[in-house]
């Protein structure tokens, strides 16, 4: 069972790493105050001393039943959406948080943790950037942006996704870096400026590198960590403060498996450098298999417990999926292209019920062998 001690013992063991200590932030001090004594993804990995959680969007609020779910099963959230740039800033310097807040003011209100996500990306931009950025290369479209939401949200976000999706191997260049608008207008400089920004804005927070590629275990996979070895050994050695790699965790359960060893040696070598780890947006797409209900759901368990169980073993410090429930799949965005049947990717069902997934990540949190990073 979770105690106070083991908690903040769990705390103390982060802040004395290799790493500047990060603040400890009051609600990371409350017990799990909503389990009522019943096992949950939130109470499971905190005893273990990991946080659990969730991306959420604020109009999901508007269900009772999910925010009493989401208040018991989540430790930290981030926005699903409301926090793309596009929605932030859909005009130029003209800001817009109330998403954000929203989901804020719900995590504290709950002792919940909230992360940002994501500062700098090449997708979900508002139409007027990418014009504006290469007419005018100007590096406080960069800086001015992450000093106002990092800003705003100083002292009170666990992390920062600072920049997102930067390692694209297949764009061909030597650095394996992407060739996104942002690359191309200031060099690989703009992702040192962002962090440099980030830590400035918000010096307490954990600053994250974040991607998907490094997971599975397919020869395109082995080229992408060891891109993001080459990316962040070069980063750290500018000074560049990155504090931890954030993987995805999209996971196909009909896909290219998790290789564990691979996996385990890839994250040996990330923590040598002096980095945490999380997992930022796991879930488990199951289209493309058999149409029976139970064996999609094993699947899908099975494939996340494969994952989980190294990133666990490797010291993950939180592990945040991409929605909690599959109540609200249906809606526009990211989970749109599954069809076929209604899908079941995430730890609870559309009836807010406990999935096969579910049970294998608390599994996985639970059957922990090492102590956390
Ligand atoms: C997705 C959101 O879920 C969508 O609602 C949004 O329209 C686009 O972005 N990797 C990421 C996330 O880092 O930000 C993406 O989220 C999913 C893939």
Redesign the pocket.
């Known amino acids: 069972m979770f105690t106070r001690r083991k908690f903040v013992g769990a705390s103390c063991a982060i802040a004395a790493g290799a790493l500047p200590a990060l603040r400890l932030r009051a609600q990371e001090l409350r017990p799990s105050i909503v389990d009522n004594g019943r096992t949950t993804l939130r109470s499971a990995a905190s005893s273990h001393g990991i946080v659990y959680g969730s991306?959420v969007?604020s109009p999901e609020f508007g269900d009772s039943d999910f925010c009493a779910t989401l208040a018991r099963e989540a430790a930290i959230l981030v926005p699903?959406?409301e926090m793309?740039r596009a929605i932030v800033e859909p005009s130029r310097g003209a800001y817009d948080f109330s998403g954000c807040d929203r989901i804020l003011a719900f995590a504290r209100r709950h002792g919940a943790q909230f992360r940002g996500?994501?500062l700098v990306?090449h997708?979900?931009n508002p139409d007027w950037l990418e014009e504006t950025v290469e007419r005018t290369r100007d590096e406080t479209l960069i800086t001015g942006f992450v000093e106002k939401v990092a800003g705003h949200f100083r002292g009170q976000a666990h992390s920062w996704?600072v920049v997102?999706?930067a390692i694209a191997p297949e764009d061909g260049r030597a650095d394996n870096l992407r060739r996104s608008f942002w690359l191309e207008t200031f060099g690989p400089h703009y992702i040192d400026i962002a962090y440099r920004a980030a830590r400035a804005a918000d010096p307490g927070a954990m600053l994250v590198y974040?991607d998907?590629g490094c997971e599975l275990g397919a020869p395109a996979n082995d080229r992408f960590r060891a891109a993001t070895l080459d990316f962040l050994g070069q980063a750290l050695g500018r000074g560049v403060p990155i504090d931890a790699l954030g993987l995805?965790g999209?996971m196909r359960a009909f896909g290219t498996p998790v290789d564990q060893e691979k996996l385990r040696s890839f994250l040996g070598h990330v923590k040598a450098m002096g980095l945490r780890i999380l997992v930022?947006?796991h879930d488990v797409d199951d289209s493309g298999g058999p149409s029976d209900v139970a064996l999609r759901d094993r699947a899908v368990a099975d494939t996340s417990r494969r994952f989980l169980d190294v990133m666990v073993d490797a010291g993950v410090v939180a592990v945040l999926t991409?929605g909690l429930t599959d109540r609200f799949l249906q809606?526009?965005?990211?989970?749109a292209r599954i069809g076929g049947y209604e899908p079941r990717m995430l730890p609870l069902d559309t009836g807010l019920q406990p999935t096969p997934m579910w049970r294998a990540m608390i599994a996985a949190f639970t059957s922990q062998r090492i102590k956390p990073q």
Do not use: I, L
């Open positions: 991306a969007s699903e959406y793309k996500h994501p990306w997708k979900r996704d997102n999706e974040n998907w995805q999209h930022t947006e991409w809606s526009p965005g990211w989970r």
